[in-house]
């Protein structure tokens, strides 16, 4: 398996399952969407028992929970965790999904797992190219998505992305996602025809980089409903089912980039593609093989 991206696929060994989970994770409306059904966000409550709630259960289910690599956005810090097989079961029971099979609960929490890391890897990749300003993002995207990445003046590298909150939209389908649909009926053999299965909104909270004017003045930086100093960022992610591999296993893509809601986020995208696309038309390939061979 490998990190995701919206032009790599994500070997999983099972479906797919779910998000991060907070101990205090709020519950919402239901979908139909396999994905939403396990979104422990909006299906799991937040007193889920690691114990058997039903006696249709006849396997016996880990109950130890994995921290993820991914800092939650509030004042108790830490990492976001994920919930145990045992309850994912309990869940998807309360939900009435009775038919679940108990032998593949471990596999979808591995999915779940999974999932979740490359879709924060993506968003990290985005913030280590933006979160210091447009210039710095790019100079990086200069250097295409296989360039070496660069550090900012001060020689640091950009400060780390928290994730505050996120939700399941399953019923939102976003412009990109109705743009490539309408394209797969006008050129089917090109674009795939399968829309995504579900979608998901990561907010997280990027550290502002401080003004000259700040950085000059010795009173303390004001705060706001993000947190002192932290600027709220919504991501968007498509998740799209690829056919599946030789072995059986399914494949699934991850579409992450940043939503249109900012005018800094539209440059960010065209900075992103059009970088790239710069670098590849300008051989830049064969610059960095040849900086890498001395």
């Not at 050129?187 to 795939?192: D, I």
Request: charge should be negative; include cysteine; proline fraction near 11%.
């Amino acid at each position: 398996m490998h990190a995701a991206s919206p032009s790599a696929s994500v070997t999983a060994p099972s479906p797919p399952a779910s998000c991060p989970v907070a101990t205090n994770a709020p519950s919402s409306a239901s979908s139909s969407s396999t994905l939403s059904k396990l979104n422990p966000l909006n299906y799991m409550p937040s007193n889920l028992s690691q114990r058997r709630e039903t006696s249709l259960q006849t396997v016996d289910l880990p109950t130890e929970r994995t921290v993820s690599s991914i800092p939650k956005g509030d004042a108790q810090g830490g990492n976001w965790e994920y919930p145990s097989p045992q309850q994912m079961y309990n869940a998807m029971v309360r939900k009435g999904h009775t038919d679940t099979p108990q032998d593949a609960v471990e596999a979808m929490v591995e999915v779940h797992n999974f999932l979740n890391e490359g879709a924060w890897a993506e968003i990290v990749e985005w913030e280590r190219r933006f979160a210091g300003g447009l210039a710095r993002g790019w100079r990086e995207c200069a250097r295409g998505e296989d360039g070496l990445p660069q550090a900012d003046e001060a020689g640091s590298p950009a400060p780390q992305p928290r994730l505050a909150r996120f939700m399941g939209r399953p019923q939102d389908r976003t412009p990109k996602a109705s743009l490539l649909q309408l394209l797969s009926q006008l050129a089917p053999a090109t674009f795939s025809t399968e829309p995504p299965f579900d979608r998901h909104d990561w907010y997280i909270q990027r550290p502002s980089p401080p003004s000259p004017s700040s950085s000059s003045s010795s009173s303390p930086p004001s705060s706001s409903s993000e947190g002192a100093g932290q600027i709220e960022i919504r991501y968007v992610i498509d998740y799209y089912a690829g056919p599946p591999e030789s072995t059986g296993e399914p494949v699934f893509y991850l579409d992450v980039r940043p939503a249109l809601d900012r005018p800094s986020a539209v440059a960010e995208r065209v900075m992103r593609w059009g970088g790239d696309v710069w670098w590849r038309a300008s051989g830049g390939e064969a610059r960095l093989q040849s900086e890498r061979g001395r």
